[in-house]
């Protein structure tokens, strides 16, 4: 089982729309979880960090589930401007790195 | 300005030769990373310092060479031996806080071979 594994889409969704997309990890003993936002060509940028309690910015939303080893990332009412690669991070525990998945691709149609 | 500067943006390599990217940081982050990203891939890790004058292995570290001389600087050299080196090079650096390690990225090099 690959460290991190993310649904590489393409996810098509209609402006105004939901999406919702998962990114499941290997390792139970993880304990930061991040999203992050990658433009065509661009490097990632840092989106949200995952908490515990889950968390909300605007409307994004992240949610962790350790018994079934996933975090989720939820978006509400798309624009376009969300059309994006949208990369999971898992830290391996006992240092400072990270995994990362190879991302959800979201597009967001007029 | 604050953060990770890259560069070059674009770098050519011709077989055989040995190039260095540079990956500068003014965030007064301990660790520096250094990630390859290939089309539709993930980042995998190439190597890593988490201070001074000491570095590791990453995932990929074949034909590849890094310094850490100062706080602020983790240039990457492409070695000849890599012999797959087209791809997107990402520098990230951290600063752990609270137990996060939240690492912020530079702007990337490309790196073709021709």
């Known amino acids: 089982r690959k460290e991190v594994e993310q649904d590489p889409g393409p996810f098509n969704v209609p402006e105004g729309a939901t999406v919702a997309f998962n990114c499941t990890y290997s390792?139970?003993?993880?304990?930061?979880f991040f999203w992050y936002r990658q433009d065509c060509r661009k490097e990632p940028k840092l989106l949200m960090s995952v908490y515990s309690s889950g968390n909300e910015d605007g409307r994004f939303t992240a949610q962790l589930n350790r018994a079934s080893q996933y975090i989720s990332l939820l978006i509400r009412d798309s624009k376009l401007s969300d059309s994006a690669t949208y990369l999971c991070a898992v830290n391996r525990r006992g240092n400072n790195r990270l995994a990362f998945g190879k991302g959800n691709q979201v597009v967001v149609i007029p | 300005d604050g953060g990770i500067t890259q560069s070059p943006k674009y770098l050519f390599r011709k077989e055989g030769q040995n190039v260095t990217l540079s990956c500068e940081q003014n965030l007064n982050h301990d660790a520096m990373y250094w990630y390859r990203q290939d089309p539709g891939q993930g980042l995998r890790l190439i190597y890593y310092s988490q201070i001074v004058n000491d570095f590791q292995k990453g995932d990929i570290a074949e034909g590849y060479s890094v310094s850490r001389e100062k706080k602020e600087s983790f240039p990457l050299t492409v070695t000849s031996a890599q012999k797959n080196p087209t791809a997107f090079y990402l520098c990230?650096?951290?600063?752990?806080?609270?137990?996060?390690?939240?690492?912020?990225f530079g702007p990337g090099t490309r790196l073709l071979v021709l």
């Open positions: 990230a650096s951290s600063h752990q806080t609270g137990g996060e390690e939240t690492q912020y």
């Open positions: 390792n139970s003993a993880s304990q930061s």
